[in-house]
C-alpha cells in the first residue's frame, strides 16, 4: 500500500527549529523527486521546496531559501526538512508529495515545486510558529 506519512511538526517560537520527516511505504523513493509543500488556513497550498531522486538537485521557494534545507535517505525510505529560524508566516500544514511519473522527469526538481506536477500526498503536519 503506497503511503506518505509526515511527522516533526509543532509549536515552536519564532526563531525557533523545527525537523520534518516524511517517511515511504509501499514504493522506495529511488525514482521520484519529492516535494514539500504547504498550506495556510485560506491560502492556496504552495511549493517550499523540493529534491531529486539521487538528492542531487533541490530548490526552494525564495521565502524559505536560507532557513530551511531538504535531504533525503534513500536507504531509509525517508525525506527530511529542517526548518530553522521559523517565522509567524511560516505557520502552516506541511505536505510531502512524490512528483507524478511515468518518466524521466519524475526524478527532477529543476525549480520550485507546483502543485500539479505531484500525485501521492501524506496527511501533514501542522507547524505553528507563535510567542
Known amino acids: 500500500q503506497l503511503q506518505l506519512v509526515e511527522s516533526g511538526g509543532g509549536l515552536v517560537q519564532p526563531g525557533g527549529s523545527l525537523r520534518l520527516s516524511c517517511a515511504a511505504s509501499?514504493?522506495?523513493?529511488?525514482?521520484?523527486?519529492i516535494g514539500w509543500f504547504r498550506q495556510a488556513p485560506g491560502k492556496e497550498r504552495e511549493g517550499v521546496s523540493c529534491i531529486s531522486s539521487s538528492g542531487g538537485r533541490t530548490n526552494y521557494a525564495d521565502s524559505v531559501k536560507g532557513r530551511f534545507t531538504i535531504s533525503r535517505d534513500n536507504a531509509k525510505n525517508t525525506v527530511y526538512l529542517q526548518m530553522n529560524g521559523l517565522k509567524p508566516e511560516d505557520t502552516a500544514i506541511y505536505y510531502c508529495?512524490?512528483?507524478?511519473?511515468?518518466?524521466?522527469?519524475?526524478?527532477?526538481?529543476?525549480?520550485?515545486?507546483?502543485?500539479?506536477?505531484?500525485?501521492?500526498w501524506g496527511q501533514g503536519t501542522q507547524v505553528t510558529v507563535s510567542s
Open positions: 509501499g514504493f522506495t523513493l529511488d525514482y521520484y523527486a
Open positions: 508529495a512524490r512528483r507524478r511519473g511515468p518518466g524521466i522527469v519524475q526524478a527532477m526538481c529543476l525549480m520550485t515545486p507546483r502543485v500539479y506536477e505531484y500525485d501521492y
